[in-house]
């Protein structure tokens, strides 16, 4: 059971990949449009980016077209000329640098350091993923039990050092992590721009009130 998720898991995201159609916006024709720069995850287990490298990142595009206000410029971990990605030119020393743990031992970006690579790059938002992965087992008999895998994603504005985060629970071993990883992304974007789109409502209801005013 285990050998046939695998090539079932990467049709899938083949046939994901070249859907890939931008249905946007997704938050309105006025709404700002935002560059992304994928920069490196903290994760769990040691050989998750081999695994799943092209799996979170096809979840990030997918979000990015379903979104319609997001697109992906840059990334720690490939290029894709096709869609304009451009690869991270970052050391691999410099790579821990981008998380700094806090109190309970939780990981958050280090802000300072994310907006200065934000900067040199040119991206508005950098994306951060803090993922656990493969924790459900197989048993003797092809059954298994889940421990929860999971994904949590930060966005961090290069411009007010703004972050806001989403996680979601969900099981990479069973090929959920593709869909989930788009929705936790989606769920990211949204918490991102409601401030903006509520300033947006705001300035439009003060204006048809001074319009009223006039008249």
């Not at 935002?34 to 595009?61: A, C, V």
């Not at 991270?88 to 790579?95: A, S």
């Not at 300033?199 to 319009?211: F, I, L, V, W």
């Amino acid at each position: 059971m285990r050998k046939l998720l695998l090539p079932a898991l990467c049709l899938f995201l083949t046939l994901s990949a070249c859907s890939l159609v931008n249905t946007g916006p997704r938050y309105g024709p006025d709404a700002p449009g935002y560059t992304l720069s994928l920069l490196p995850w903290r994760y769990s287990p040691m050989n998750f980016t081999y695994k799943y490298r092209w799996t979170m990142t096809q979840g990030l595009l997918k979000a990015c077209a379903q979104a319609g206000n997001f697109r992906l410029e840059s990334s720690n971990y490939y290029s894709d000329p096709d869609y304009g990605v451009k690869r991270l030119n970052l050391f691999r020393n410099q790579t821990s640098e981008f998380w700094v743990r806090h109190k309970y031992g939780k990981y958050r970006p280090d802000t300072k350091h994310v907006t200065d690579i934000l900067k040199e790059y040119g991206a508005d938002i950098g994306v951060l993923y803090e993922v656990s992965a493969d924790n459900s087992e197989f048993t003797d008999d092809g059954a298994s039990y889940d421990k929860s895998d999971s994904i949590r994603v930060f966005l961090v504005e290069a411009a007010t050092g703004r972050t806001v985060s989403a996680f979601i629970r969900t099981d990479f071993l069973r090929g959920r992590g593709y869909g989930d990883c788009k929705q936790v992304t989606l769920n990211a974007f949204d918490k991102f721009m409601a401030p903006r789109l509520d300033s947006g409502e705001n300035d439009k209801n003060d204006s048809a009130r001074q319009t009223e005013t006039t008249k």
